[in-house]
């Protein structure tokens, strides 16, 4: 039937489908997930300044 013969062929096909959907979904639940809000943004700034202040002193 379509060519698949045997079992490995149509499950390799199978798995091939479900993981191609398994990551696109994945994309778009995490989409913009990580992104940094401006506060964040300058409280890490403001770590980052504080870290050289200390680095210099040693």
């Known amino acids: 039937m379509f ?3 045997g079992i ?3 499950a390799g096909l199978a798995l ?3 993981s191609a959907g398994l990551c696109i979904w994945y ?3 995490n989409w913009n ?3 940094l809000t ?3 943004d300058r409280q890490k700034q403001a770590w980052i300044q504080e870290e050289h202040k ?3 002193t040693l």
């Open 3 to 5: 060519g698949l013969e």
């Open 8 to 10: 490995g062929v149509p």
């Open 16 to 18: 091939t489908l479900i």
């Open 27 to 29: 994309g778009l639940k």
């Open 33 to 35: 997930v990580g992104h």
């Open 38 to 40: 401006e506060q964040e």
């Open 54 to 56: 200390v680095e210099e």
